[in-house]
């Protein structure tokens, strides 16, 4: 079973960046096409991005794209998320997990995710 760990989070200013990960264990996450999710106070848990195995496909939620990069290190069964010029709607407990195929829905148990806040 696999089990993913996020950190990386934190309190910055609105322009600020912040570098998250996500790592796995259990089993290697490296054929599964990964991506990382967010819930901000009050809504519902809503997709951000997605990297397929080998790292040459990514997509993005129109919300983030250009200022959000999604990566992997298959060695270290490892998920990142670069987070530049954040804003305040960033706000959000951030997850990973592996997405099913041909959709940015999340396949596994929710981990706990790792707050990310963003002062204005």
């Known amino acids: 079973q696999v089990q993913l760990v996020e950190s990386g989070g934190g309190l910055v200013q609105a322009g600020g960046s912040l570098r998250l990960s996500c790592a796995a264990s259990?089993?290697?996450?490296?054929?599964?096409?990964m991506g990382w999710f967010r819930q901000a106070p009050g809504k519902e848990r809503e997709f951000v991005a997605t990297i397929d195995w080998s790292g040459g496909y990514t997509y993005y939620t129109n919300s983030v794209k250009d200022r959000f990069t999604i990566s992997r290190d298959n060695a270290k069964n490892t998920v990142y998320l670069q987070m530049n010029s954040l804003k305040p709607e960033d706000t959000a407990v951030y997850y990973c997990?592996?997405?099913?195929?041909?959709?940015?829905?999340?396949?596994?148990?929710w981990g706990q995710g790792t707050q990310v806040t963003v002062s204005s």
């Open positions: 997990n592996t997405v099913v195929t041909g959709t940015t829905a999340g396949l596994r148990s």
């Open positions: 259990g089993r290697t996450t490296s054929s599964d096409t």
